[in-house]
């Protein structure tokens, strides 16, 4: 594929993004707390996540061994920064989360499939195939973008980890129903999983700095800000003494 009809579907791909960030502000995506069986078929939590995220980690794998220049270059970096988040989110996160009982639309989980499909799918083939072997050399390892993407990709990580163990560990073994989240980044906002999530890949984009990782990181941005305020007015509802002066999703800000 050359270079120019890949841009044009990376175009496409940000299109789809900025209509999705709109509806998803008026249409809930019915998983985890929002779940709904009038989705259709429903299928087991735990599996559901592991089937949805595998297809990002194995594509990518997949670009990391057998790209043209993939392990030739300081490009298997970011494919290695990649890949250690959806280990986590394929393997580890699933079989930690307490959701006994608890099911997902299948058509969630084949959305979610698809939307890892392509965004696996443009940044893998772009790092292995389309990145002049110039553009992730020695000069690309020091260069501030690749510094500061890194610092802000760990960042988020470390945010994201520690917020969903907290979430995970909410509850006591073998309690039921929700409760306020507090502590660490919860004092500040509703959703600080999420807002980890956001800085991981903005950072990714600073590092890598080509077009389908900027396209990913605006992806994560338009899906996870509605979900983030679906979470916050769930909260709100459910719980009369929810802290008022706590933010959505953006400490201060919003």
Known sequence: MDSTLFNMICYIWLGLAVITHIILFYVTAPF??????????????????I????????????????????????????????????????????????????????IIMLSGIVFNCVNAGLNGYFLAEIA????YDHRWLI??????????????????????????????????????????LFDYISSPNLFGEILEWIGFAIMAWNLPALTFAIWTYANLV?????????????????????????????
């Open 226 to 254: 509605p979900r983030a305020k679906n979470h916050h007015d769930w909260y709100c509802q459910k719980f009369p003494e929810y802290p008022k002066a706590r933010k959505v999703l953006f400490p201060l800000l919003y």
């Open 51 to 106: 089937l949805m995220e595998f297809p990002s980690f194995a594509i990518m794998g997949y670009f990391l061994i057998f790209g043209s220049h993939s392990l030739i270059t300081y490009v298997w970096i970011p494919f290695a920064l990649w890949l250690l988040h959806y280990f986590n989110r394929t393997f580890v996160y699933p079989l930690r989360i307490r959701t006994t009982g608890k099911k997902m639309p299948l």
């Open 32 to 49: 985890g707390r929002h779940s709904s069986d009038k989705w259709g078929l429903m299928i087991p939590n735990k599996w559901a996540w």
């Open 132 to 135: 002049n072997t110039t553009h």
């Open 143 to 184: 260069a501030p973008t690749t510094i500061i993407g890194f610092i802000v990709f760990f960042i988020g990580l470390c945010i994201n980890w520690k917020t969903d163990h907290l979430l995970i560990h909410l509850r006591k073994p073998g309690e039921k129903g929700y409760k306020i989240p507090k502590g660490f």
